[in-house]
């Protein structure tokens, strides 16, 4: 593998743990000459500001453009809760995003068998379960424009503009037919057109894009019937796309089937580099303790060989040694509150298996 710098976000509360864990791996691969991963780091969020006062600053973006990939913990920490919206630490997140152009976001959502009795659904519902929601991560209600305060008859006003253009609209629907014809071909598409003007353009211009792909099923879903049928019959999705703010929603709660938040990753790209991250937050509340379930940052590790560094074998490998040491019954809190491991030693485990299946 060629020489690639990659640039590292620890950023808040859980996630310089959580990045130590995956800092394990890569330090491996290097050792080992499997790969010739040069890391830098950098800050955002709450660590950008309690260094800078700014959530992020123009230099650091500037470091994360130039790289070939980006790894990111988590960022937000309540101590700047009271911040105005530009010196909130979650705004760090949005600049960075916007400034990368990460307009695809990918959330596999799928089971490890063993897990299964820690769904919240019954397993015969999630054996198995294996879909991917594509997020239009850039555009919507986040970044829509006017936005903020009025006063309206003496009555203050909090208001944001939900919008999307075609171009916006054509170029995630064009990344989620790549996907869908990798795997089963089915996808379907989620908007509130029933109500929203900004839906119906959704739908008119997946329903264009998709034209010449009569070998992709395409289906349209209200959000609110895919909440419902998230939780109800999972395994009918295989490719769900949907805008930045319905995507937001559903992909948590489709996290709760597999058991717990702390074990899935996500990417998101553009089409020159990508951003790799849990999809979890910082998780103030268990920062700290060694309780941390490490496993969704060591899956974005292995989305990152997957998607931008085209090492499937990497990938796997990761992949399959986080299966194995869940198979062997090591669990964090998150998934066993009485008989767990720490999160150090999580990462050691996964480590150790690595090794034997390099
Ligand atoms: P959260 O995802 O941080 O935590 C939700 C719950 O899941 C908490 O009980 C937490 O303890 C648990 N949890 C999360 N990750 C876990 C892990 N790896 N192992 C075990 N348990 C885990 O969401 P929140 O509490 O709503 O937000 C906390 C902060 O994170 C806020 O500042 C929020 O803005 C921020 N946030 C950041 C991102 C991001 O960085 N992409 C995403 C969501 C929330």
Redo the contacts with the bound molecule.
Sequence with gaps: MSKKNIFIFP?DE?GPE?TTEAIKIIDFLNESKMTDIHYEFGDVGGASLDKYNKPITDETLEKARKSDAVLLA?????KYDNNTRELK??HG?LVLRKHLNLYINIRPIFVFNTLSEFSSLKSELINDLDLVIIRELIGDVYFGEPRGFKDVNGDKVGYNTMQYSESEVQRITKFAIDIALKRNKHITSVDKANVLECSQLWRQTVDRIMEGHSNIDLQHMYVDNAAMQIIKNPKQFDVILTPNLFGDILSDAASMLTG???LLPSASLSETIGMF??I???????AGKG????I?MILSLAMMFEYTFDRQDLARIIKKSVDDVLESGYF?K?LSQNDYITTNEMGDKILESIKKLC
Excluded: Q, Y
Aim: hydrophobic share 35%.
């Design positions: 950023g859980i959580i988590s960022v937000g920490t309540p630490p979650e997140l717990s938040i702390g991250e849990p979890h937050g910082s998780a103030p509340d268990i309780v941390v379930n490490p969704a964090t998150d």
